[in-house]
């Protein structure tokens, strides 16, 4: 009995790498890409051939589109003072899925941990400060995780921004212990916004 040739093999393996899939889902999605190949495979070629030409990091958030500036930082509509700080891409886009946060984004690309060796340095605090000089900044939302190391972010970005003149606020209710945004519905991002606190 054989398997799938090579070239399947290492696409299979390729596809086995990314988040949420192990080796039988990849197998199950290379199987179904490869019957479907007009109407999935060669659409979904297309398309990740344009992303990977095109797709960059906002220079002034973080945020990932397709180019220097993201959309949200270029509206004039969201630069209303206020800056919600989050830990990865996924999470803001997690709060725009939700529509509730109107205002601009800072991602940080990590939370502090001593474990895994991040530092501050390893993090985008410094533009995060200079953010708040150059926009007017009134408020900073930290939209972090309530895990530990997120809680241990939320309170160092707290102790750097005394004395800036800025509301530092967090989410509320409805975000459990060890909760990701990431994995919350829209309502109860919804309802944590509306909730936030003094942090």
Known sequence: MTGPDSDI???IALMARLPGL???SARRAVLYMIKKRGQVMEPLQQALSLVSATAQECVN???IGTSQTCQICQSDKRGNGQICVVEDVADLWAM???SV???RYHVLGGVLSALDNIGPEELRLPLL???IRDEAVSEVILALGATVDGQTTAHYISDQLQGAGVS???LAQGVPIGGELDYLDDGT???ALKARKAF
Do not use: D, K, W, Y
């Open 96 to 98: 725009e899925r939700a």
């Open 189 to 191: 991002i919804s309802a």
């Open 129 to 131: 400060v200079q953010r």
């Open 9 to 11: 093999e290492h696409l």
């Open 61 to 63: 958030c973080g945020n």
């Open 22 to 24: 192990g080796p039988r």
């Open 168 to 170: 530092v606020t967090s």
């Open 101 to 103: 946060f109107h205002g």
